[in-house]
């Protein structure tokens, strides 16, 4: 059974069994406490939590997964062991409140025995029992179940069934959020298999964990209890790669001769035949006997798997929208690239080669995920483009490496590897190797030491979210939004609720409001609150966690007397327009982005102001001028339409393919679609014009890079651009009657101009040439010797510093053996140099230190080489007579 039977087997399975199949969710998630999707789950989230309404009861399906990076991190030990990966595929099946433990364990174990036919005496069970402090109580459900289906096969429960407490055998979400007790099913793969279950949960890699059946039955509460959910799940994860590795290599059960290795299956072993191709090299299966002593068949076999491991999680993270950089996830995936790039240099792969494996990577996956074909091209050029810019780091790393050793230092300290691995991206591993190579050693304690530092540096910065479930009939109170509608945003009438204060402002809170709280890029609005007989200034407005919104005023103490009262809202409705014009436009900006430079564009951020728009998106290079010209294009085209602006509200499940929303971004069980003449559609809460042809005209100011694989366009719409074009049309106008031209000729008129400047330069240039030619004819002739040297000592007026070195540089060469010092006064800087023949050295004259001499008596500074040297001074007053001191 090929991989791909394997993962379309299991689909088929439980797709009998009543489950909706569903695509994978993509890797970018939408939990802000996570760099990667790391697990089958994380798209049901708000499922389990009762945040949306799961549209079916059972669901199976293969989610893409990455682990590097953050809490799960397996990148330092890919290619070292036969079971790691950096990304993965994770297979699962899923009840939404519908069926429980009972069919759960029973349809995995017909999977399993009767459908693959694993064989059932090498099966091995865990239920939870809890050791002192763990929640819960012992899984008696799970135990009977279990105990039903394998004395049915004729296996001794006592023998099959083993127990583990909390570590094991307690799944939780995090630290807070839904969780229950597991039950995992293992194979014994040693020769004879008769382990009877010694070695499950013992890290043995002869003992594999396939399966894990989670039973959701509690939520962890921040408070560190353990509260009954309404509704029970079931969550199963069985990893992909795992199982395709038993089948192949135990040849799908006919041979325990070989040890395990998920690298045996066909989703590597194509990609090493590749890797085969380009090195020259073969891949053995072998395993390291010790990680700090490789032979040389262990390192090419690591080097073989790391590479095959690599591409695939580079190249399924482009194709979702992720693209190497120097930041958060973005910087985890440069690093993964930098050490495979790292490894393969060590088996003398060609420069580029990395990027070629995206072709065969593509053939092998795509038919499964089309997302890989539609995005190749893509990917082949961001990895390929980082890989030329890795080759450039990597010199000043090696670099960096012999300075810190070629000293004499007996190794490499815990600072330095860390340096060498964070900055340059040498992994620990490959410092160690070049380190035992010249026979110095690398201070691992020290390393981790400072890796720990980092990792709390991240911790700090991490956003955590807590989870909680939402049972049926909470809610939490907001204030209403009212102001969608511009024609509707002033005279609003509702009643002061709440105040807040801070050190500087105080905050108002209304039963409704047509103000727009700051959110998704677009700026809070500002306006009036008519309360009684006070008109009070709004200067802003945001929204806190609690769905309150919060009107920013002056800091004034009376505000609380008013609560009660009934309130006349008004936003400053032409601020708004200019806003909601911007915000349209970044809709309409990121629509012609995509169509022009591919799918991979994904938002990365945006302010949308009055005055202007800025709009941050994931790209690997900069836009050419065309590109900026067609996007602009395309989207005043579309203005010149005035196509409708409309938005609804759907269950988020009922959200089709073509409706983008922003990664990162938190959405509820119903969400709100702009939709932009059926082209552009988004999910947006913030305020948009009724046609475009509102906005008038939309101009880009600048593109430019904000960090590596992100750009920022800023542009402006509406009132803005207008002023924009006013002010550079009257530049022209301006411009051309200094010119004495059409406006239309100002262009040819400076063109000309210039050529005319570049012709005088050159004239300029050929006049000074003769004159410093001149220059040096009559200081030839006063030359002076001594101490059988020729010299040359005087102050000469050329047109920059850089003219009297090529002046000296020439005199020297027809002076023959001797000295040459000259200075000159350049606006008010004085400059010395002096250069020395081979001959003049030799008799101890140093231009470095006749230099430091002279311009010391000038007031400042120089120095350099024996042969060429050049510094400056301050009193130019006194540079003839100091130069002429040297021929006394």
């Known amino acids: 059974m090929t991989s791909a039977e394997l993962r379309q087997s299991f689909l088929d399975f439980f797709a009998s069994k009543g489950h909706t199949v569903v695509p994978s969710a993509p890797l970018l998630p939408s939990s802000p406490n996570l760099l990667f999707t790391n697990a089958g789950m994380n798209q049901f989230v708000p499922y389990f939590l009762g945040e949306q309404a799961a549209p079916y009861k059972r669901a199976a399906d293969t989610q893409k997964c990455i682990r590097a990076g953050g809490k799960h991190n397996d990148l330092d030990d890919v290619g070292f062991d036969t079971y790691h990966h950096t990304f993965f595929e994770m297979l699962g099946n899923w009840s939404f409140g519908d069926y429980f433990k009972q069919e759960a364990i029973e349809w995995a174990w017909e999977l399993l025995t009767q459908v693959w036919k694993f064989p059932k005496e090498r099966l091995y069970v865990t239920v939870y029992r809890p050791d002192d402090g763990d929640p819960a109580e012992f899984d008696q459900q799970a135990y009977d179940i279990w105990k039903v289906l394998l004395e049915k096969d004729g296996l001794d429960p006592s023998l099959h069934i083993r127990t583990g407490g909390k570590a094991d055998n307690f799944w939780m979400m995090g630290e807070t959020g ?20 010694k070695l499950v949960n013992a890290d043995s890699p002869y003992c594999i964990e396939i399966w894990n059946l989670v039973f959701m039955q509690f939520n962890a509460e921040p408070d560190g209890s353990f509260k009954p959910l309404a509704a029970q799940h079931v969550d199963t994860g069985m990893g992909f790669e795992r199982v395709a590795g038993i089948l192949a290599t135990t040849k799908h059960f006919t041979d325990y ?72 996830r973005h910087y985890v995936l440069r690093r993964i690239l930098r050490r495979a790039v790292m490894f393969g240099k060590r088996i003398h792969l060609p420069k580029g080669f990395f990027a070629n494996l995206v072709a065969p990577l593509v053939e092998k996956m795509s038919p499964f995920f089309p ?42 300290d815990g600072e330095q590897a860390f340096i060498l691995y964070d900055t340059y991206g040498f992994p620990i591993d490959l410092t160690q190797l070049i380190a035992r190579e010249r026979n110095i050693t690398v201070d691992t304690a020290g390393f981790e030491a400072e890796m720990e530092k980092q990792r709390a540096r991240a911790r700090a910065a991490q956003k955590k979210d807590i989870i909680s479930v939402f049972e049926e009939g909470e809610k939490i109170h907001s204030t209403q939004f009212v102001g969608y509608d511009c024609r509707e945003i002033t005279g609003v009438e509702t009643e002061l609720i709440g105040t807040f204060e801070s050190e500087e402002e105080s905050y108002l809170v209304f039963d409704q409001t047509p103000f727009y709280a700051e959110m998704g890029g677009q700026l809070g609005d500002s306006g009036v609150a008519e309360i009684g007989d006070e008109r009070i200034e709004i200067i802003d407005t945001l929204k806190d966690a609690a769905g309150h919104i919060l009107h920013k005023t002056k800091k004034a103490s009376h505000y609380e007397s008013l609560i009660g009262q009934r309130a006349l809202l008004s936003v400053d409705c032409d601020r708004r327009r200019q806003i909601q014009r911007h915000h349209s436009a970044t809709h309409l900006l990121n629509w012609a982005l995509r169509e022009t430079l591919g799918d991979h564009v994904r938002q990365a951020g945006s302010l949308n102001a009055a005055g202007h728009l800025r709009f941050d998106f994931n790209h690997f290079e900069a836009l050419s001028t065309e590109q900026i010209t067609k996007i602009e294009s395309m989207v005043n085209a579309r203005i010149i339409e005035n196509a409708t602006v409309k938005w609804y509200e759907i269950p988020i499940e009922e959200k089709p393919a073509d409706i983008i929303a922003t990664f990162g971004e938190k959405y509820g069980a119903v969400v709100r679609v702009v939709d932009i003449g059926g082209y552009s559609k988004e999910l947006c809460g913030g305020t948009h014009v009724h046609a475009t042809g509102e906005l008038g005209a939309f101009k880009i100011l600048s593109e430019s890079a904000i960090s590596s694989g992100t750009r920022r366009i800023e542009a402006v719409t509406g009132q803005s651009a207008y002023t924009l074009s006013e002010s550079m049309f009257s530049q022209l106008h301006s411009l051309s009657r200094k010119l004495s031209c059409k406006p239309e000729d100002v262009e040819s008129r400076l063109d000309a101009l210039l050529d005319q400047r570049s012709e005088l330069e050159k004239k300029l240039r050929n006049i000074e040439q003769q004159q410093a030619a001149a220059q040096g004819g009559s200081l030839l002739d006063n030359a002076v010797e001594k101490d059988g040297l020729k010299w ?24 023959g053996e001797g000295v040459v010092a000259l200075g000159g006064d350049f606006d008010g800087k004085v400059t010395v140099l002096a250069m020395c023949s081979k001959g003049a050295i030799s008799k101890g004259h140093k231009a470095g230190d006749i230099v430091r001499e002279l311009t010391a008596q000038l007031g400042g500074k120089g120095g350099g080489k024996p042969d060429f040297a050049m510094g400056g001074g301050k009193d130019a007053a006194k540079l003839d007579e100091v130069l002429k001191s040297l021929l006394g």
Do not use: W
Request: net charge negative.
């Open 178 to 197: 839904p969780c229950g007790p597991c039950s995992e099913i293992h194979i014994d793969l040693t020769p004879k298999g008769d382990t009877e279950g």
């Open 257 to 328: 001769t070989q040890a395990p290795s998920n690298y045996n299956s066909d989703l590597f072993t194509d990609l090493f035949r590749h890797i085969s191709n380009m090195s020259g090299q073969s891949y053995t299966a072998t395993m390291p006997a010790n990680r700090d002593d490789l032979t040389g068949q262990e390192m090419t076999d690591v080097i073989f798997r790391v590479l095959a491991d690599h591409i695939r999680t580079l190249s399924f993270s482009i194709a979702d929208g992720i693209l190497p950089g120097n930041e958060g």
């Open 371 to 412: 997302e890989l074909k539609a995005q190749q091209e893509i990917v082949h050029k961001v990895i390929q483009q980082e890989e030329q810019a890795f080759e450039r780091t990597l010199d000043r790393g090696l670099q960096l490496f012999d300075k810190f050793t070629l000293d004499g230092s007996p190794g490499i």
């Open 792 to 815: 040359i000592a005087a102050s000469v007026k050329v047109a920059n510093p850089n003219d009297m070195r090529g002046l000296a540089k020439d005199l020297l060469g027809k002076l």
